[in-house]
């Protein structure tokens, strides 16, 4: 079993930034992708960013790029999100989520109930 906890969320106006970090803990041996999904009130869980096990490969979903970037420590079993220029819509729970044996493309696209596992969720708000 994998644990995944998040945190660096928090309050920021309209055009400033955050780093989400993820800490990965358990038997966390094998080839995996992970990513980030956000979910914001009265709408469904969303994808947002994914990176490969080898950290070689990125995909982001559209709103996102060129803002965001997802990266992992392998060493340290983190992954992040650095998000730049944060609009009002961004405004949402972000999930950090892990899948076995994935690419991060196909993170990105896959249903939402084939994901491993998945953290508690990191609060971020951005006001207008």
């Known amino acids: 079993q994998v644990q995944l906890v998040e945190s660096g969320g928090g309050l920021v106006q309209a055009g400033g930034s955050l780093r989400l970090s993820c800490a990965a803990s358990g038997r966390t041996f094998s080839n995996y992708a992970m990513g980030w999904f956000r979910q914001a009130p009265g709408k469904e869980r969303e994808f947002v960013a994914a990176i490969s096990w080898s950290g070689g490969s990125t995909y982001y979903q559209d709103s996102v790029k060129g803002r965001f970037t997802i990266s992992r420590d392998m060493a340290k079993n983190m992954v992040y999100l650095q998000m730049n220029r944060l609009k009002s819509e961004d405004t949402a729970v972000y999930y950090c989520?892990?899948?076995?044996?994935?690419?991060?493309?196909?993170?990105?696209?896959?249903?939402?109930?084939?994901?491993?596992?998945w953290g508690k969720g990191t609060l971020a708000t951005v006001s207008s």
């Open positions: 989520a892990a899948k076995w044996y994935t690419t991060a493309q196909s993170m990105g696209v896959m249903k939402i109930d084939a994901i491993n596992y």
